[in-house]
Each structure stands twice: as C-alpha cells, then as structure tokens.
C-alpha cells in the first residue's frame, strides 16, 4: 500500500523521475514506524527525528506532511509498518545539491507480524565496520549498502541479524536496531558502581556511529522504574563477554533478547530485566496506541 500526492493506493508502484537523487545517490532518509488499531506509536518521535535529519541534510519538508502521510496509512491494517521515504528529489548530474530542491515524499504501508515483537534473535559480528566518523551514520538515510551486505552474510552463516563495531573497534549497533547491554555493576568499576547496587543498563554513544532509535530513547527512559541504571559508554567485543543479557530495540521488534553474539551464549529472555523491561515498553506502546497492552504481543 502506498501514499503518495495525497492519494492512498494498492500495491508500491507509482512513477518515479529517474533523476531523482534518492534513487542515484542515496540522497535521502526514511523511517519505520509501527501502527496499531490505526495510531503510530510515539509518532510525535518518529516526525522530530525524520524533520531533524532532513534539517541536517538540507532536505526541506514539513512535520505536518510527514503526519499526514503516515496517518493516511496507519488505519489500513490492524498491524502495520509503515515506512515513509524522504528524498532530495529530481536534480542535474553531479554530486552537488541543487539550490532548491523538489523534495520526494512517500510513505507505504505492510503487514508486521505480532510475532516479530520481543522475538529472541542471534547476532552474527561482521566485519564491515560502522563508520563513526561520518555524520550519516546518525541519520536514517537512504545509503544502506554495508548492512544490506552483512545481513547477506549474517543468514549465510546461520544468524539473524548483524552486529557491528565501528572504526576504532567499539561496539555500535545491529543492522536494524540499537543494542543495550546488561552489565553487574562491577564490570564498570568501582567509580561507576550504582548507590544501590543496581544491574546496569549501557548503550553505546550516538557519537560511536548510533543512530537515536525511538525504541532505544524509550527503554532507556522506563529502564530506572525497572531497577536498572542506564550509562552511555563505549563498549569493546571484550566487555561484551561480562554482559548478563543482550537486547535488541527497533520499532518492528520492539525489544528483541539476544541469545547469541557470534560464539558468546546468552541467557537474555531468561535474565529478570527482559520481563520488566518487555512489560513497560509494552504498555508504552499500548498507550500511545490506545489499545490493550495484549494487543501490542
């Protein structure tokens, strides 16, 4: 199902300006969100990070545009992902902006399965690095080769989903999602040990090549009223094997147990933090959505 100009269409097929530069360059964003009973959760979210990094690229376009856009969707399914795609629009040869761009807008929607959410994964350790150093790595854009290429790898190997280290070694992200780490208080050092002797939830820096997911700012907020810490460090493959459980956080998945990293097991769905942790973001979702918690899995 596609939107597009205003109009709500079957199928995703809709003419394209073969100039245009999301479709030559990757000159563009996009973002995914989840709609249930007819209402995106926490869309407020979704439109500021979408306006935000177009902002960033010098891609004009308004929240209401965007609202519109996704609302037209999100009624079309008990149960959908909706994908809106943000480009540059058509332009001349050459890699230089056009002064004033035409901006594309489309958004579409398709089923997400019920069962995809809290489903436990296994994370295969490429080895394409996420590049920290470039700013697109914050961003949702259009250029999502390395990880096309390392899921590939990923299911060849026999694993779910990719993990990647950055340039300097550090722990980044999955393909699709962020990644939080349960770590016991002694594993940060003494300095760092919570008052209260509390599991601490850590997450990789933005500044480490992470993309501000939507799912990973909302654990990270319901994480103290679960007994958890939360810190923003670097993390390196060593750290890792300290870690008492592995989650993944995306819109689709939500909050996904990890039961392995390459050859490191974890006990991830088994540990206590995944319960309170799948319960809060649960009603969180429910709320924006305004339906039932059961409804969200």
């Known amino acids: ?62 929240a209401e545009a965007i609202r519109t856009a996704m609302r037209a ?13 943000l480009t540059r629009g058509a332009g001349p040869r050459g890699l230089k902006p056009p002064d004033a761009p035409h901006p594309t807008l489309f958004a579409t929607a398709a089923p997400s399965g019920r069962a995809l959410a809290f489903a436990p994964l296994r994370l295969w350790p490429t080895a394409i690095a996420r590049n920290d150093t470039s700013p697109t790595a914050r961003l949702k854009t259009l250029g999502y080769l390395d990880a096309v290429l390392a899921a590939r790898d990923a299911a060849a190997a026999g694993f779910d989903e990719a993990m990647f280290l950055n340039t300097r070694g550090m722990v980044a992200c999955a393909g699709t999602g962020n990644l939080v780490y ?4 002694s594993s940060l050092g003494a300095a760092r040990d919570d008052a209260e002797g509390r599991l ?35 993390l390196t493959r060593d750290d890792l094997r300290a870690a008492k459980a592995v989650f993944l956080t995306n819109s689709l998945r939500l909050l996904a147990p990890v039961t392995a990293v390459g050859e490191v097991a974890y006990d991830s769905a088994g540990h206590p933090a995944f319960p309170r942790l799948r319960d ?3 009603g969180a979702v429910a709320e924006s959505c305004g339906v039932p918690p059961e409804e969200v899995a």
């Open 73 to 85: 969707l999100a009624g079309r399914g008990p149960r959908l992902a909706i994908r809106t795609t």
């Open 200 to 234: 601490t939830l850590v997450t990789p820096p933005l500044t480490d090549g992470v993309l501000a997911g939507i799912v990973r700012a909302q654990v990270l907020a319901l994480a103290p009223a679960c007994g958890l810490a939360v810190e923003e460090r670097s």
């Open 1 to 62: 199902m596609l939107w597009r100009d205003g109009h709500v269409g079957e199928g995703t097929t809709a003419p394209l300006d073969h100039a245009d530069r999301g479709l030559t360059l990757g000159d563009g964003l996009f973002d995914t969100a989840l709609a249930l009973g007819g209402r995106i959760a926490f869309e407020a979210a979704h439109i500021d990070r979408l306006v935000a990094a177009a902002e960033t690229l010098g891609i004009p376009v308004e």
């Open 280 to 282: 809060a973001l649960r």
């Open 182 to 185: 349960v770590m016991p208080p």
